[in-house]
């Protein structure tokens, strides 16, 4: 087989669905980009002021621009776009990636947007981002995960640092955030550092 062709099937064969205890997340599809949801969390300054897209806090991102980078992550053999649900009540809240994946290297990069902020607090990015780093390392066999967070967003650094992230530099008021600049905090995990919330 085609070498691109058996990554992008490694990435989302048939029947995807990466479960964690209380979330499940399965391909992001046109189905989700359709969802109004999904803009508005795009056009929720609270949700994206600490996502790293000054433009998208400056002012609201078009439909057009989203439907590009959709159309190109979702074919992508170096990026798993998801759509992340919480379980029990099967609610669409978020997204969440493995972006950059570097095949040669065994590395990839973990990013969460939760969307619906009543969801925001009751464990889900903690509960999501375990079972995402889980298959990257089991099915997929990379050895080496990062992630980045603004340091404005203590609560996703907290995130990382609960799962076993280790904290492996600062990039000193190197992101955009206001008027002013913050700093780009740098995590990264290796497969026996993983540590799984207790169910
Ligand atoms: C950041 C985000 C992913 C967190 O998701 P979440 O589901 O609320 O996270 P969890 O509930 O699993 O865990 C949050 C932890 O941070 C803690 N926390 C919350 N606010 C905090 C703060 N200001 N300072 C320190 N810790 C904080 C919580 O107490 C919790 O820790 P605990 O379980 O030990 O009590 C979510 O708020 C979000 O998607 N925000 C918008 C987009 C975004 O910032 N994405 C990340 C881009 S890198």
Not at 26 to 51: G, K, Q
Not at 101 to 115: F, P, R
Request: charged residues 25%; aromatic residues 8%; contains cysteine.
């Amino acid at each position: 087989m085609d070498r691109d062709l058996s990554r992008a099937a490694l990435l989302r064969p048939q029947g995807l669905r990466i479960a964690g205890r209380i979330t499940n997340a399965v391909p992001f599809t046109e189905r989700h980009l359709r969802n109004p949801a999904y803009l508005s969390w795009l056009h929720d300054r609270e949700v994206v002021r600490t996502i790293g897209r000054p433009d998208y806090v400056a002012a609201p991102v078009p439909l057009s621009v989203v439907e590009d980078y959709v159309a190109r992550i979702t074919v992508s053999d170096c990026d798993l776009f998801l759509a992340l649900y919480h379980t029990a009540d099967d609610h669409f809240v978020g997204t969440l990636k493995a972006g950059h994946i570097d095949w040669h290297q065994g590395t990839g990069d973990i990013g969460i947007m939760i969307g619906e902020k009543g969801y925001w607090g009751r464990g889900l990015a903690t509960d999501a981002i375990g079972a995402l780093a889980q298959h990257l390392y089991d099915v997929l066999g990379l050895r080496r995960l990062t992630a980045g967070s603004m340091g404005i967003n203590p609560a996703m650094v907290k995130v990382f640092e609960k799962l076993g992230f280790c904290r492996e530099g600062v990039l000193r008021k190197h992101l955009r955030h206001e008027e002013s600049f913050c700093d780009h905090i740098l995590l990264g995990c290796f497969r026996n550092e993983l540590r799984l919330p207790k169910s």
